[in-house]
């Protein structure tokens, strides 16, 4: 089936030549950090993860966001997403090299990454984190490979696929848990010590992963002629809308315990990233856009006219990823470490050739996406 | 292919990978468990009596005591204890706070406490110096969270070391200190400049310790190399002052130590107590 | 029988060869001449034998570190009554004091890079 992938109009091929482009600056700007060291992004001795990690986290979320498909398809029967469910397994996989490039960018020693499997630790968060992240990756290869090969071929799936499929429901859920453990575990991080956190993650997950595959599936039915049927799309907007609610409701919950407490410990990160703390706030205007952007979108999610409007929706779901990639993508890592144990507040700014390697790494996913995407079309629609 | 030869092929592979890793994964999962109580063997004994009331304690835990009284008394002391320990392992100037590393260094008391009130506090307090390292935590959230055991708490003497040679890099054990004692190689400490003299080396290398290289974690290891010759830690050496010893340095776990002496006959605060990890260092205020 | 692409697939192959036998053509020029490791003057014997540290100076220097470091055993070596302190930098290189005349005359034959020297430091070239 992949040879299906080097068949396309003369647009698709202009998208994966210059996702390639963009792909081939950040390697080398990737050679550029490898020698010099990590000095060369934003990165401090105070903000010791940045856009990075930032960006890992959020895109662990993107991964488990599948799972918002599989679930109703697979367990509820839901026969509307017969044609979508594809499409949630392969961003998954998408997203999860995503994930591991951005582990291994911000390694200071990458080629010893294979310590963690050489020197195995249970106790490390880390170590659990490698296993569930590889292991679900490999699910989704194995179910969305054998499922859709066996559409490309005409036959039933063969019975054993469900087992996996049953397996990667729960794993989904692990992938951004264990993530979350990462955070809410470190006793010397208030603002990430929250019981909630994980919670949060997972709405926030799966306001984010199917909004991206809503926003992809719209840009299919344009220009690739698949269509994933409005009854789909619809109900995607019904998971979006309550994952969405919640996520809100969580930061609300935040907010309440924080400023309500008035402890310092919890309150004076908020105050950097929302208002401002000793001066320092470059990241106040994003937070707030953010924020507002997020429940605005989340409103009109709940507004049947604005859900069926085909020129609002895209937008909608523009709106919702946007803020939870830069609620969770940026100001809740970075919001970690302001302030630092010794109450200084350092500030982060990401460099450019920092950006230009987390560029390169979007671009590697999204050419993972297409594809994997233009084989799902091509069997869809039974292209010869 | 032969039904029954499939079948063969499929139960020999699945036994095969359960029979490689089973053992391996088995034994891991003990080490797992044997390594974090050895390797906090010191913890574990600490780890039930926190909070509920001083248990027997076992095991060596070496540990400091800083007296700031004497900081403050002695100008350019606490200078002097930092100086002694970065010349001593190679610590490097880079001269910016962004990629600074520092082992050993002096902090004003409301940063190095920050959870102490600050409210209405005295001058004096104010303006005291106080010397802030790695505290050997008796419950070391970081060594908790590598992923490699590249830090571990060395169970024969309590010090909280770092295998240089098996750090990725990751920086989690920076994240997980809730002291902000650990610093990280963001490049290289060893550049050269024009002249082939080193950059952030400005009184050259101490051929006797090595230095890092970019891309590790870094942090104070109560001078274990110094110990085996029978020395002090050099910060402690350092402390001798006319006023006396700023720095005290020994076996908490001996109650027949000098510290053990110091400990009982002086009030002595640490730092960020609530956090639960039981740090080995005590500061006289 | 015609061969389909032939041009597509034989500068294919071409390339492929190319690639697959860098590792053979990078070298070539390397080795100026067989490796002469200068042993230190007035010194008799080492912590090992000269056939021993041949084959297994790596693993000895692994072993070394992983007692010294990850368990706190720093035990000076003690052979023949000459004692040696378990350190490439303060051990080894106490005798075998240049690294470009004695460590550098086989690594480089051999194209290996240990990356020792990044942290430890040579005793008397500093660089």
């Known amino acids: 089936m992949l040879e299906k992938a080097l068949q396309g109009k003369n647009t698709y091929w202009g998208w994966i030549l210059f996702l390639i482009g963009v792909m081939i600056i950040g390697a080398i700007c990737y050679v550029r950090q490898y020698i010099y060291g990590l000095g060369l992004t934003g990165m401090s001795r105070d903000v010791s993860w940045g856009f990075y990690i930032a960006q890992f986290t959020f895109f662990v979320g993107v991964a488990a966001g599948g799972v918002m498909l599989v679930l109703p398809y697979y367990v509820h029967d839901f026969k509307a997403f017969g044609k979508i469910t594809i499409l949630g397994e392969f961003m998954a996989i998408a997203a999860i090299c995503m994930c591991l490039m951005f582990i291994i960018v911000d390694l200071g020693q990458p080629q010893r990454a294979l310590n963690v499997l050489l020197h195995p630790t249970p106790h490390s968060m880390l170590f659990w984190d490698m296993i569930v992240l590889n292991v679900y990756l490999l699910l989704n290869i194995v179910i969305g490979w054998v499922v859709l090969h066996s559409q490309f071929k005409n036959a039933p799936a063969p019975k054993w696929i469900k087992a996996f499929i049953w397996i990667s429901i729960p794993w989904a859920i692990s992938i951004h848990t264990v993530t979350a453990m990462l955070y809410c575990g470190l006793p010397g991080r208030h603002f990430w010590l929250t019981a909630i956190l994980a919670p949060r993650f997972l709405a926030s997950a799966f306001a984010a992963g199917p909004a991206l595959l809503l926003i992809v599936s719209l840009i299919m039915k344009k220009v690739a002629n698949f269509d994933a049927g409005d009854k789909a799309i619809q109900k995607l907007t019904t998971i979006i809308a309550y994952a969405a609610i919640f996520n809100f409701f969580f930061v609300g919950l935040e907010f309440f315990v924080a400023y309500y407490s008035n402890l310092p410990g919890h309150m004076h990160t908020l105050d950097y990233l929302f208002f401002g703390l000793d001066g320092h706030d470059n990241l106040v205007s994003a937070m707030r856009f953010s924020t507002f952007i997020g429940i605005a979108a989340t409103i009109m999610f709940l507004i049947p006219k604005c859900k069926q409007n085909t020129t609002l929706l895209p937008i909608m779901c523009v709106m919702i990823f946007v803020s939870l990639l830069i609620d969770k993508g940026i100001g809740f890592v970075l919001g970690g470490f302001v302030p630092s144990p010794l109450d200084y507040i350092t500030e982060y700014v990401p460099t450019m050739n920092e950006l230009a390697i987390v560029a390169s790494i979007w671009a590697a996913g999204a050419f993972i996406l297409t594809i994997l995407y233009r084989i799902v079309i091509a069997v869809k629609n039974e292209e010869a | ?285 | 029988m015609p061969m389909y692409d032939s041009g597509k697939i034989i500068t294919g192959l071409v390339i492929f060869v190319i690639i697959i036998t860098f590792p053979i053509w990078y070298n070539v020029g390397g080795a100026e001449h067989l490796p002469n490791p200068e042993k230190p003057v007035g010194k008799k014997q080492c912590v090992r034998d000269t056939q021993y540290m041949r084959t297994t100076h790596m693993q000895l220097l692994s072993e070394w570190r992983d007692e010294v470091v990850r368990d706190g055993n720093r035990q000076d070596q003690i052979v023949d009554g000459i004692k040696y302190e378990k350190s490439l930098q303060n051990g080894c290189m106490n005798c075998h004091t240049s690294k470009k005349k004695f460590c550098d005359e086989c690594h480089i034959y051999a194209a290996v890079k240990p990356y020792c020297w990044d942290c430890h430091v040579q005793p008397k070239e500093m660089n």
């Open chain 2, 1 to 285: 292919m032969d039904v029954k030869r499939r079948k063969f092929l499929k139960i020999a592979g699945i036994s095969a990978i359960a029979g490689i890793s089973a053992p391996t994964a088995f034994s891991s999962l003990l080490k797992g468990e044997a390594g974090a109580s050895s390797e906090g063997g010191n913890a574990k004994a600490a780890e039930k009596s926190a909070g509920h009331g001083e248990k027997k304690r076992t095991g060596k835990q070496l540990g400091l005591v800083v007296n700031t009284r004497i900081f403050k008394e002695v100008d350019g002391l606490a200078e002097k204890c930092t100086k002694a320990c970065h010349t001593v392992h190679n610590v490097p100037d880079f001269g910016n706070p962004k990629d600074e590393i520092k082992w050993l260094w002096k902090e004003p008391y409301e940063h190095a406490f920050p959870e102490h009130s600050n409210h209405m506090r005295s001058e004096g307090l104010n303006t005291l110096p106080i010397l802030v390292l790695c505290n050997h935590c008796e419950n070391p959230p970081c060594v908790r969270a590598c992923p490699t055991k590249a830090t571990f708490k060395n169970a024969s003497n309590g010090i909280v070391m770092m295998d240089y040679h098996r750090c990725i890099g990751c920086r989690f054990c920076m994240a997980a200190c809730p002291y902000g004692a650990r610093s990280f190689n963001w490049r290289n400490p060893r550049e050269l400049d024009a002249n082939g003299n080193y950059k952030f080396f400005p009184n050259g290398i101490d051929a006797k310790f090595p230095t890092r290289t970019r891309g590790v974690v870094e942090k104070c290891n109560f001078c274990a190399k110094r110990l085996k010759e029978g020395k002090q830690p050099a910060c402690v050496e350092a402390s001798d002052s006319i006023r006396g010893r700023g720095l005290i340095f020994g076996n908490v776990n001996d109650p027949h130590s000098e510290i053990s002496r110091v400990l009982s006959e002086n009030f002595t605060i640490q730092r960020k107590p609530s956090a639960g990890t039981l740090p080995s260092v005590f500061y006289i205020i």
